[in-house]
């Protein structure tokens, strides 16, 4: 039996998609049983070889259905064509709101550009995103990813998985080319600021230095106050002491 023929019938019978990894481990369990050992050894490189070839297989059919690969996860979907049947079958479901054109554009920058934070993000569309932000988390269509490099640690965003369902995307390599969307320039966060050396700085002076200077600059000012004493008694009473005696001649002669 091929792996591929095995692997058509543990998705057909499974209620949920399967990853290449869960199929593994679902091919190793059974291997544990005598008649299931067949493919116990499978690796995840193969069995996404196996799943590749009978997607074109069931394409080849033209069957109702078709194998397709959604965020990684693989399962079996009915054509788009027999969608009204399907949905009188299981009931109509009560389908979330549609995204808003604001919420689509500020989505499609972080799905070309995560991860990325807010101000980056306004920095692409010219206006505020945070009311959007919050739809978007709150959607389960975004989530935080991390926190920049950047002074304040700011938080930084990236899709989901519920992301790559929403679109039925395998993963973000099949997002469709915007070459343009990726090329618009974004101004990095400025890296935090250190402690480290800094040639520019003044140097600190110690304690010593400190007294040394102060006694230094109090023997200056009291040099500079005698001087200005002395000046001020050579200029002033000298010249009082002159006049006096000048007097005194004067009247003797008299």
């Known amino acids: 039996m091929e792996l591929k023929d095995t692997l058509e019938a543990i998705l057909f019978s499974s209620q949920k998609p399967l990853s290449a990894k ?11 049983e ?29 069957r109702s ?11 079996f979907v009915t054509q788009p064509a027999h969608a009204p049947w399907v949905r009188a079958l299981v009931g109509v479901k009560n389908r979330p709101t549609r995204l808003s054109k604001p919420a689509l554009e500020t989505l499609a920058i972080i799905a070309y550009r995560q991860p990325l934070t807010r101000a980056q993000m306004e920095e ?61 320039p ?27 200077a102060k006694d230094s600059d109090a023997g200056e000012l009291a040099t500079e106050a005698a001087e200005a004493e002395e000046e001020y008694d050579e200029d002033e009473f000298e010249d009082d002491g002159d006049d006096d005696e000048d007097e005194v001649v004067e009247e003797a002669s008299k």
Do not use: N
């Open 22 to 32: 869960e199929l593994q481990d679902i091919l190793r369990q059974a291997g544990e």
């Open 34 to 62: 005598a008649d299931g050992k067949e493919h116990a050894g499978a690796k995840t490189k193969g069995i996404t070889a196996a799943l590749e070839i009978l997607v074109g297989e069931v394409e080849g059919l033209g």
């Open 65 to 75: 259905y078709r194998l397709v690969c959604v965020a990684g996860a693989w399962q």
């Open 124 to 184: 692409i569309r010219g206006v505020s995103v945070d009311g959007v932000i919050g739809t978007l988390t709150d959607r389960e269509l975004v989530e935080v990813t991390g926190r920049a490099d950047a002074p304040g640690r700011p938080q930084t965003y990236g899709t989901t998985q519920l992301f790559l369902e929403y679109f039925g995307l395998r993963s973000l390599e099949e997002l469709p080319d915007a070459e343009e969307l990726r090329q618009v």
């Open 186 to 212: 974004i101004t990095k966060p400025e890296a935090p600021v250190t402690t480290g050396d800094d040639d520019d700085a003044p140097e600190q002076m110690s304690l010593e230095e400190v007294t040394t």
